[in-house]
């Protein structure tokens, strides 16, 4: 089953720019996220930051060049990262 953090908290928001907090999450996370959001149409930058692995500081962004708006292209990016993990455990456990 895949879960989500218990919680999420916007940082910062813009038209072009969202920065998000997704606590408890790491490199696992955040590193297939980025690798994800870059395949999605109008996402210039795609990157995360961990400030510390003992601080949970840890955040998630995303700039557009203003032809998708940032949430629309984190939310796009999140969905595929989704369908993605379940494709991939449809394949592993039919391949036991």
Known sequence: M???????KILEETDNLIKVQFKGETHTLFNALKEIAYTINGVKKAAY?????????N?????????I????ALIQAL????????NFKDWYYSNL
Request: glycine letters at 2%; charged letters at 40%; a negative charge.
């Open 79 to 86: 969905k595929k990262l989704k369908e993605e993990l379940l």
């Open 49 to 57: 930051f961990i400030e510390h692995p003992l601080k949970d500081n």
């Open 69 to 72: 708006k940032a949430r629309d």
């Open 59 to 67: 955040y998630f962004i995303i700039e557009t060049d203003g032809s």
């Open 2 to 8: 895949i879960t989500i953090p218990t919680e999420v």
